[in-house]
């Protein structure tokens, strides 16, 4: 549910590309338009589809599916450029995650 410009309205997982924190918000990018949820990325993590969603980094969580290239980078980081062609960079410390998508692709 997401709450934007007095309305109140529901985004659908399918269209989720990534999401990033905000502070105590998260800026979910679906398509073209981005929405401001008042929630935290941990908060919002837990209750998405760990085989659908990878935290990819502190501040990202990417929707595999949404996922179009991966580049290895160095110690063990990737840019994964995504199908709205944002291109973001992993943290080592998702590296297990990471791993998982690739062993399971």
């Known amino acids: 549910m997401v709450k934007s ?3 109140i309205f529901f985004l659908q997982v399918d269209e989720i590309v990534w999401i990033e924190a905000a502070d105590n918000y998260v800026n979910v990018h679906a398509g073209h338009e981005s929405h401001l949820i ?7 993590e837990m ?3 760990p ?3 990878i935290r990819i980094r502190h501040s990202a969580i990417v929707k595999a599916s949404r ?7 160095f110690k063990g980081s990737y840019e994964i450029l995504l199908s709205d062609d944002t291109k ?5 410390r998702y590296y297990k995650r990471i791993a998982e998508l690739l062993d399971h692709s």
């Open 47 to 49: 209750k998405l589809d």
């Open 51 to 53: 085989q659908q969603f």
């Open 67 to 73: 996922s179009k290239e991966l580049h290895p980078m």
């Open 88 to 92: 973001l960079t992993t943290s080592r």
């Open 5 to 7: 410009g007095g309305r």
């Open 38 to 44: 008042r929630e935290t990325l941990t908060g919002l």
